[in-house]
């Protein structure tokens, strides 16, 4: 059974730092590629960055340079490294994987970027 579970969002005031963490389960975590969404509300979801099972990554453009996201296969887990956050960054942010053709979503963890 998969599950991905994430952690680390919060509050935080603008120009501030989080860590989003998503530990993996089920699947052969180093061979996966790992994706980060967020959503908005009232907005579309959004594929904020990409990490492949090489370490390949590619980000969307109003993240890039601010946001770096990463992973540890010994820990299962994949990381979302953001700096200089801004208030559009709010947003539930979600990772998802694609295993055996299927799509695979956490929960989600909110992020609130407001002074």
């Known amino acids: 059974q998969v599950q991905l579970v994430e952690s680390g969002g919060g509050l935080v005031q603008p120009g501030g730092s989080l860590r989003l963490s998503c530990a993996a389960s089920?699947?052969?975590?180093?061979?996966?590629?790992m994706d980060w969404y967020r959503q908005a509300p009232g907005k579309q979801r959004e594929l904020v960055a990409t990490i492949t099972r090489y370490g390949n990554t590619n980000y969307a453009d109003s993240v890039k340079g601010r946001f770096t996201i990463s992973r540890d296969n010994a820990r299962n887990t994949v990381y979302l490294q953001m700096n200089s956050l801004k208030p559009e960054d709010t947003a539930v942010y979600s990772c998802?994987?694609?295993?055996?053709?299927?799509?695979?979503w956490g929960q989600g963890t909110q992020v609130t970027v407001s002074s």
């Open positions: 998802m994987t694609t295993w055996g053709s299927t799509n695979y």
């Open positions: 089920g699947i052969r975590f180093s061979i996966a590629a």
